[in-house]
Nanobody
Framework: QVQLVESGGGLVQPGGSLRLSCVAS????????MNWYRQAPGKERELVAT????????SYADSVKGRFTISRDNAKNTVDLQMNSLKPEDTAVYYC?????????WGQGTQVTVSS
């Protein structure tokens, strides 16, 4: 079955950096668009970044553009999110996501807290 396992979250000061990683299994990773979402307390889950199956094209929410970078390694079945210049409003649970045959799959999430 599809499994997505995120790691790399934590507590960081404003202006700091974190790198999130997601390991995927149970499907042919290299064929699928991958996404990172986040959900802050009391807010809806929002799409943060997307990467195409071959990694050639990426897109970002306006709120993170220029600060976050999504990348993937199809040999390792991983998708990463490099987050720089973090702000308190980036505090959220971050989720790795794939849509496969009309079904959205999610990891368990990793908490990112940006606070001094």
């Amino acid at each position: 079955q599809v499994q997505l396992v995120e790691s790399g979250g934590g507590l960081v000061q404003p202006g700091g950096s974190l790198r999130l990683s997601c390991v995927a299994s149970g499907f042919t990773f290299r064929y699928y668009i991958m996404n990172w979402y986040r959900q802050a307390p009391g807010k809806e889950r929002e799409l943060v970044a997307t990467i195409t199956s071959d990694g050639s094209t990426t897109s970002y929410a306006d709120s993170v553009k220029g600060r976050f970078t999504i990348s993937r390694d199809n040999a390792k079945n991983t998708v990463d999110l490099q987050m720089n210049s973090l702000k308190p409003e980036d505090t959220a649970v971050y989720y790795c996501n794939v849509r496969r045959i009309g079904t959205m799959y999610w990891g368990q999430g990793t908490q990112v807290t940006v606070s001094s």
